[in-house]
């Protein structure tokens, strides 16, 4: 069964650190997704790409984060100079078009001290 | 602006009940879907139904259904002779028809069923 797989699962780091996170899609789903979710708290949204192209971004997403998808496959989300706020699950989902339900995978858990 | 409520924040039940999970939607878009989701403790987010605005049919799978009424922006989710294995957060989430399939979820439901 190839679901959504991300990487790492937990990720602690200090302040100040940059991370990135890796997530790999179903592989015929060209659409992908990123969420953050904090405890007690429904999952937002944070990105999404079309194949390669990334369509929208949240106002969540400061410029100190940053994501990609080359060649449309696996995607990386980066976080540059990581503050406490930064601190939450990300989630990555993936879809095969538009209005389809999304697969989600379990997420990385970054916790910045 | 688009948002979903899930005003019950923790539901705890004793086995074989029935548990009502009530979700509550705002959208002055017409054409939308709305989406239930399971979170166990293992973190991963697991589908278990979507409507689009147009069926208002509700929908039974086993012991799970659905009440989606137009009418008071509902779409509410019932578990039959709940079982501990139903023990998870609930979410309840929104995606309009124009905004790329993303979803807006609301805070969630823990629900707790014991034996």
């Known amino acids: 069964d190839t679901g959504v797989s991300q990487d790492p699962r937990h990720k602690i780091t200090k302040r100040g650190q940059n991370v990135t996170f890796r997530c790999d899609p179903i592989?015929?789903?060209?659409?992908l997704y990123w969420y953050r979710q904090t405890l007690g708290q429904g999952p937002e949204f944070l990105t999404y790409f079309q194949n390669e192209a990334q369509l929208e971004k949240s106002r969540l997403l400061s410029d100190r984060f940053s994501a990609e998808r080359p060649k449309g496959s696996f995607s990386t989300l980066e976080i540059q100079r990581t503050e406490q706020g930064d601190s939450a699950m990300y989630l990555c989902?993936?879809?095969?078009?538009?209005?389809?339900?999304?697969?989600f995978g379990s997420g990385t858990q970054l916790s910045v001290l | 602006a688009q948002k979903v409520t899930q005003a019950q924040t923790e539901i705890s039940v004793v086995e074989k009940e029935d548990v009502t999970l009530d979700c509550v939607y705002e959208t002055r878009d017409t054409t939308y879907y709305l989406f239930w989701y399971k979170q166990p403790p293992s973190g991963e987010l697991v589908f278990l139904i979507r409507r689009n605005s147009f069926d208002e049919q509700n929908e039974i799978s086993g012991r799970y259904s659905w009440n989606f009424q137009k009418s008071t922006s509902s779409f509410n989710f019932t578990i039959t002779a709940s079982q501990v294995v139903d023990s998870a957060v609930y979410f309840c989430?929104?995606?309009?028809?124009?905004?790329?399939?993303?979803?807006?979820f609301g805070q969630g439901t823990e629900l707790s069923v014991k034996p």
């Open positions: 989902a993936s879809s095969l078009g538009r209005q389809e339900k999304l697969f």
């Open positions: 989430a929104l995606s309009l028809y124009n905004q790329g399939g993303k979803l807006i």
């Open positions: 592989s015929e789903h060209n659409r």
